[in-house]
């Protein structure tokens, strides 16, 4: 889900005297490994619906406390990212599990950073809890600063991991955009609305699906776009992922001809695997996006800036292909743990990592890419984990073929923004 709060608002928040605790922690002396659970009960949900937590739990009345199964519920509950503190205690057969939430309706000023566009400011109202069922909702202006407001765009999303009690993940996207593409040397006034579907029909193992109309007014019109895949999910956890394995492929086809302009289909392959070793989180990643067709000018990728490529401040028009591959290898070392905390009475969780790593970027239009298609560049930097945004990204990167420092900063994590049309 594309969320975009205030990243200064909150990183304020992180560097507040507020105070402290362990995110998630067990009482290990009254829940040991063993013991017989006679009732499961729940304390802290104020917001929050009981049933979105029993369907994350593997516990169950009648069975054996375990603290290592504990560890497994504590990191699909964190995933909701609608808790800052959780922990369990038991008082004889009673397992207790104990939950502070996280703020739920956010009023802000709004930020975005776009390899495009820049640094984006405006407005936002989100919800991130909708009902108490973990529906999110959000809606949004932004306009970009240079020039000032000259480069506009309003959006609403709203997503959730269940439909109806179903593992069935959704996430809506509206959005109108206003701005002059340079790189691509068009207007883009458009409207895009899109429907992403994620089936979890086994555990680890989803079906995926995609519909979405978008109309260019200065363009071809109405271009459709419908696509299936599936993924195969192996992570500890989606957020801040420290072990585990990613897999996804997708086939999507763009358009329909004619005078409606481009026609193509997307080969989307999308893999990920971490590992730690201590505090420190070795990930590599790897984008592939093939489209064999007719592809107009005004969807080529781009790479430069943080959410493709880091060896460049920002794209310019020798960035620009039909094809790309995006490859990343990243070391995190975990310098302060997710803590919990509240300010003026929000609750909110913070964590720090340094990151060091190495970003590879192919783009290319025809065929297959050669040496010249490569470029290559060294980054490090600081990302600070907080809630609803994942984390904020600030990194300097260099590329021998620029052979100047770059600084960029973001939000979200690189494998989710590097994926999206405008990023």
Same mark, same amino acid.
């Given at each position: 889900?594309?969320?975009?709060?205030?990243?200064?608002?909150?990183?304020?928040?992180?560097?507040?005297?507020?105070?402290?605790?362990?995110?998630?922690?067990?009482?290990? +002396?009254?829940?040991? +490994?063993?013991?017989?659970?006679? =009732?499961?009960?729940?304390?802290?949900?104020?917001?929050?619906?009981?049933?979105?937590?029993?369907?994350?739990?593997? !516990?169950?009345?009648?069975?054996?406390?375990?603290?290592?199964?504990?560890?497994?519920?504590?990191?699909?509950?964190?995933?909701? &990212?609608?808790?800052?503190?959780?922990?369990?205690?038991?008082?004889?057969?009673?397992?207790?599990?104990?939950?502070?939430?996280?703020?739920?309706?956010?009023?802000?000023?709004?930020?975005?950073?776009?390899?495009?566009?820049?640094?984006?400011?405006?407005?936002?109202?989100?919800?991130?809890?909708?009902?108490?069922?973990?529906?999110?909702?959000?809606?949004?202006?932004?306009?970009?600063?240079?020039?000032?407001?000259?480069?506009?765009?309003?959006?609403?999303?709203?997503?959730?991991?269940?439909?109806?009690?179903?593992?069935?993940?959704?996430?809506?996207?509206?959005?109108?955009?206003?701005?002059?593409?340079?790189?691509?040397?068009?207007?883009?006034? =458009?409207?895009?609305?899109?429907?992403?579907?994620?089936?979890?029909?086994?555990? !680890?193992?989803?079906?995926?699906?995609?519909?979405?109309?978008?109309?260019?007014?200065?363009?071809?019109?109405?271009?459709?776009?419908?696509?299936?895949?599936?993924?195969?999910?192996?992570?500890?956890?989606?957020? &801040?992922?420290?072990?585990?394995?990613?897999?996804?492929?997708?086939?999507?086809?763009?358009?329909?001809?004619?005078?409606?302009?481009?026609?193509?289909?997307?080969?989307?392959? &999308?893999?990920?695997?971490?590992?730690?070793?201590?505090?420190?989180?070795?990930?590599?990643?790897?984008?592939?996006?093939?489209?064999?067709?007719?592809?107009?000018?005004?969807?080529?990728?781009?790479?430069?800036?943080?959410?493709?490529?880091?060896?460049?401040?920002?794209?310019?028009?020798?960035?620009?292909?039909?094809?790309?591959?995006?490859?990343?290898?990243?070391?995190?070392?975990?310098?302060?743990?997710?803590?919990?905390?509240?300010?003026?009475?929000?609750?909110?969780?913070?964590?720090?990592?340094?990151?060091?790593?190495?970003?590879?970027?192919?783009?290319?239009?025809?065929?297959?890419?050669?040496?010249?298609?490569?470029?290559?560049?060294?980054?490090?930097?600081?990302?600070?984990?907080?809630?609803?945004?994942?984390?904020?990204?600030?990194?300097?990167?260099?590329?021998?073929?620029?052979?100047?420092?770059?600084?960029?900063?973001?939000?979200?994590?690189?494998?989710?923004?590097?994926?999206?049309? =405008?990023?």
């Amino acid at each position: 889900m594309k969320t975009f709060l205030l990243a200064g608002v909150v990183s304020a928040f992180v560097s507040a005297n507020a105070a402290e605790s362990d995110s998630l922690r067990v009482d290990s +002396d009254q829940c040991s +490994d063993g013991a017989k659970i006679e =009732s499961i009960e729940f304390e802290g949900l104020e917001h929050t619906k009981p049933r979105v937590v029993w369907r994350e739990l593997t !516990h169950k009345v009648g069975g054996e406390f375990s603290q290592k199964t504990f560890e497994s519920e504590k990191l699909r509950l964190q995933d909701l &990212d609608l808790f800052t503190d959780i922990y369990v205690s038991c008082k004889g057969g009673n397992v207790v599990y104990n939950f502070k939430e996280i703020f739920r309706w956010i009023p802000s000023p709004d930020s975005k950073t776009t390899d495009r566009d820049g640094l984006m400011l405006g407005l936002a109202l989100a919800n991130l809890n909708v009902l108490g069922e973990d529906i999110r909702a959000e809606v949004h202006y932004r306009t970009a600063i240079d020039p000032f407001f000259e480069n506009n765009e309003y959006a609403f999303y709203a997503s959730s991991p269940y439909l109806f009690g179903i593992p069935l993940g959704w996430n809506i996207d509206f959005t109108r955009t206003d701005s002059w593409d340079d790189l691509r040397e068009f207007r883009d006034a =458009s409207w895009l609305l899109s429907l992403d579907l994620n089936w979890k029909f086994v555990p !680890h193992y989803s079906l995926l699906g995609k519909l979405t109309y978008r109309y260019l007014e200065k363009g071809p019109g109405v271009l459709p776009e419908f696509g299936l895949g599936f993924a195969v999910d192996y992570r500890d956890s989606e957020l &801040d992922t420290r072990k585990g394995i990613y897999f996804e492929s997708d086939v999507t086809h763009v358009g329909v001809g004619g005078k409606r302009g481009e026609n193509f289909v997307e080969f989307l392959e &999308d893999a990920r695997a971490y590992y730690s070793i201590g505090r420190f989180v070795t990930g590599a990643t790897a984008l592939v996006r093939l489209r064999p067709g007719d592809v107009k000018r005004y969807d080529y990728f781009y790479h430069g800036g943080t959410n493709s490529f880091r060896g460049l401040n920002s794209p310019d028009a020798e960035h620009l292909g039909v094809h790309e591959m995006l490859l990343n290898l990243e070391e995190r070392f975990v310098l302060l743990e997710r803590r919990s905390a509240s300010l003026w009475g929000i609750n909110f969780f913070y964590g720090i990592q340094l990151v060091a790593g190495f970003d590879a970027s192919v783009l290319w239009d025809k065929g297959a890419p050669g040496w010249k298609n490569y470029e290559g560049a060294v980054y490090g930097g600081l990302h600070i984990v907080i809630p609803a945004l994942d984390r904020i990204r600030f990194e300097v990167g260099y590329s021998p073929d620029t052979g100047k420092p770059k600084f960029s900063w973001g939000i979200l994590g690189k494998t989710t923004t590097q994926r999206w049309r =405008s990023r």
